[in-house]
């Protein structure tokens, strides 16, 4: 197995070319293994621990909050799924070629991402303006529920477990990966734009080195093949009968009230106006 490849340019010099393609393999085997542990876990120790510390819900509920509750914007909605879309399309023109599916794929490609490019830098401008922005970032009381978490699934004392925010330390934890491989991605995708015909930029081979270009094609191929592991265990989670009130409230925008009350805490987001 090898995790990158190597190559000889005009002066006899060893470069860096590209990710090695093992390392797509092993990111899809990797999502599939995640998905059956998780399932195991899911079937065997989520229940006894649901069983050991029931309780909670609609009974100390606070005053004010609505029967449907807003968690997605429409526009938050619609960015959502013109990234998943150019997502999928970008991971099937990626790598169907390289596992022996073969067809004209690089103009859907780019363009593909350059409506990903578009899209990010929408949902930055949107996100840091117009919506809760500290919401999906970790902070220090995402990890003090995490420590309590951890400590109840080892069968110790870890205290009450507190309910989380809008968004759980697992979606923070993803959005960042989200976040980094797609800085990756999308950074390195613009710069290779000069090395195929396009209607954006001029085609220039010679705007960089060799080993410039090599590292380059490295961080674009690290990003997307992190991307096929994430997008795997996306999935997953988006069907399960446990998060589809998830999937439900990213394409309809709202959550009940019992919903809301069963996994958030209404101090950590408070839905009333106040």
Do not use: C
Request: aromatic letters at 14%.
């Amino acid at each position: 197995m090898e995790l990158f490849q190597w190559g000889t340019d005009p002066w006899g010099q060893e470069v860096l070319i590209r990710v090695s393609w093992d390392l797509l393999y092993i990111s899809f085997w990797a999502g599939v293994a995640f998905i059956v542990f998780h399932l195991i876990y899911a079937a065997v120790w989520v229940p006894k621990l649901a069983k050991e510390h029931a309780g909670g819900g609609a009974a100390s509920a606070p005053a004010g909050i609505p029967e449907k509750i807003e968690r997605h914007t429409l526009s938050a909605r619609l960015f959502h799924w013109v990234m998943a879309v150019s997502m999928l399309v970008l991971i099937v023109t990626g790598f169907f070629p390289i596992i022996g599916i073969q067809f004209a794929w690089v103009t859907i490609h780019w363009i593909a991402g350059v409506v990903l490019t578009i899209s990010i830098i929408y949902h930055i401008v949107h996100a840091t303006f117009f919506l809760d922005f500290w919401s999906i970032w970790i902070l220090p009381a995402d990890m003090a529920e995490a420590a309590a978490r951890v400590k109840r699934q080892l069968g110790q004392d870890g205290g009450q477990v507190q309910k989380h925010g809008k968004y759980p330390l697992d979606h923070k934890l993803y959005h960042t990966a989200v976040m980094l491989a797609g800085f990756a991605v999308i950074a390195t995708g613009l710069v290779m734009l000069f090395r195929i015909e396009n209607s954006l930029v001029a085609r220039n081979a010679y705007l960089l080195a060799d080993e410039t270009w090599g590292l380059m094609y490295t961080l674009h191929g690290l990003g997307a093949v992190l991307f096929v592991m994430l997008t795997l265990t996306h999935i997953y989670f988006a069907i399960r009968p446990d998060k589809i009130w998830l999937t439900k409230a990213m394409i309809f925008g709202s959550v009940g009230r019992e919903e809301y009350l069963d996994h958030h805490d209404p101090e950590r987001w408070d839905v009333t106006g106040k």
